[in-house]
């Protein structure tokens, strides 16, 4: 009976210290946030966007935001290089980098 006990108690205290020596999973999402000419900010909470409820979401109005977007970003060089910079800037691979460039079309 002693060996029984002794045996569980090894077992329990083997599975606090693989417990203990796994890395805990972090269920936070951080979003960078970058002001013009700042440093980075991180902010931890969801931002909420006027599109984002779904009450108010309308499929012909998805598709005019979503040609004026292209239009812009086909016919104003600012609008494409801020978008960009803001979609490609932090990807730190050089082959990545050009196919997010690339994806911009000319």
Not at 15 to 20: E, F, Q, S
Not at 64 to 80: A, C, K, M, Q, W
Request: aromatic share 6%.
């Amino acid at each position: 009976m002693l060996n029984k006990k002794l045996a569980g108690l090894m077992a329990a205290s083997a599975v606090v210290a693989l417990a203990g020596a796994m890395p805990m999973a972090h269920a936070q999402i951080m979003v960078p946030v970058q002001p013009p000419g700042q440093v980075d900010v991180y902010s931890y909470s969801p931002k909420a966007e006027p599109g984002d409820n779904p009450a108010s979401w309308s499929a012909r109005q998805n598709v005019i935001e979503s040609d004026r977007y292209e239009r812009l970003v086909h016919t104003n060089p600012g609008f494409r290089q801020v978008r960009i910079q803001k979609e490609c800037g932090s990807i730190s691979e050089p082959p990545l980098y050009q196919q997010c460039v690339a994806s911009f079309g000319n």
